[in-house]
């Protein structure tokens, strides 16, 4: 059974930072591409990050480059999105996903995806 389990969301003011955790299945892990997507309340799912399965090529949303970092931990089975200087309109549900295909910015491509963890910006 594949299972994305994502944790590290939380209140936070603005300006703050937190660390998205998301930990696959260990096979998920070295084989797939992995995401970050959110959705926040009334609006549609949008991609915030993603990385390759080698962790040599990532890619940002322009809303959030030079805020939020990607990254993978192989030791730990773990990817990671480092997320500083929040703004109020970060908050949504961040949900990481896996994909088997290059384009690692469409929703559409990704096969796998954990339940999410709420993030919440105070202003």
């Known amino acids: 059974q594949v299972q994305l389990v994502e944790s590290g969301g939380g209140l936070v003011q603005a300006g703050g930072s937190l660390r998205l955790s998301c930990t696959p299945s260990?096979?998920?892990?070295?084989?797939?591409?992995m995401g970050w997507f959110r959705q926040a309340p009334g609006k549609e799912r949008e991609f915030v990050a993603a990385?390759?399965?080698?962790?040599?090529?990532?890619s940002y949303a322009d809303s959030v480059k030079g805020r939020f970092t990607i990254s993978r931990d192989t030791a730990r089975n773990t990817i990671y999105l480092q997320m500083n200087s929040l703004k109020p309109e970060d908050t949504a549900v961040y949900c990481c996903?896996?994909?088997?295909?290059?384009?690692?910015?469409?929703?559409?491509?990704?096969?796998?995806w954990g339940q999410g963890t709420q993030v919440t910006v105070s202003s």
């Open positions: 260990g096979w998920i892990f070295s084989t797939h591409n």
């Open positions: 990385i390759s399965v080698s962790g040599r090529s990532t």
């Open positions: 996903a896996a994909t088997m295909e290059r384009n690692m910015s469409m929703a559409e491509r990704y096969r796998y």
